[in-house]
């Protein structure tokens, strides 16, 4: 079977190790190997590969990384989202959920849409599914230096809210925040 290179977590008391693993096949009609261009380094993708994060089971050898930017065999570059039962991302190549993929502009930067999306999609869905902004409403994000926390107070101005009070402990990042409203 033909092999590709991955992070592999043999240990949660140390780092994945760069080796070779069988490059996985699809099984259903709606997966799609792609090639992997980058990867979100997120806490979520590292509390995997210390096994702590609670959907853990603990199995090793394992290949950590929940989404990324890849390449269809089309040559199309698609953002994804892993299935929690499938080899993690952080290889050269993924299975890919076709329903839980978008395609990307050409142009896209993958390393900046890989390491943006986790932390976009944590603050759209704390102010979009948990709390209903409405037109005109003010938001306040503490942790607003933070990668999630800056994507919050962009995700809360584009849902309509009127003010956005950002608390955080970076004053760089804090007043670079006021360029995005």
Request: proline letters at 6%; zero cysteines.
């Amino acid at each position: 079977m033909a092999q590709m290179n991955a992070a592999v977590v043999t240990s949660f008391d140390e780092p994945p190790h760069y080796q070779q693993i069988e490059v996985p096949q699809p099984t259903t009609p709606d997966e799609m190997l792609v090639d992997v261009l980058a990867v979100g380094l997120h806490p979520r993708a590292r509390s995997g590969a210390a096994g702590v994060h609670y959907t853990s089971t603990g199995t090793l050898p394992m290949v950590p990384g929940i989404d990324g930017v890849g390449r269809r065999p089309d040559g199309k570059r698609i953002y994804f989202v892993a299935r929690d039962d499938v080899i993690g991302t952080m290889a050269e190549k993924a299975i890919i959920d076709t329903r839980r993929a978008i395609e990307l502009p050409d142009d896209v930067d993958v390393a900046k849409v890989a390491a943006a999306m986790n932390p976009a999609m944590s603050a759209w869905v704390a102010l979009r599914r948990r709390v209903l902004i409405e037109s005109g409403q003010s938001v306040l994000v503490l942790g607003a230096t933070g990668n999630a926390g800056a994507m919050a107070v962009q995700v809360a101005k584009r849902l309509g809210a009127g003010r956005v009070i950002g608390a955080g402990r970076d004053l760089d990042r804090l007043n670079a925040l006021t360029s995005v409203g």
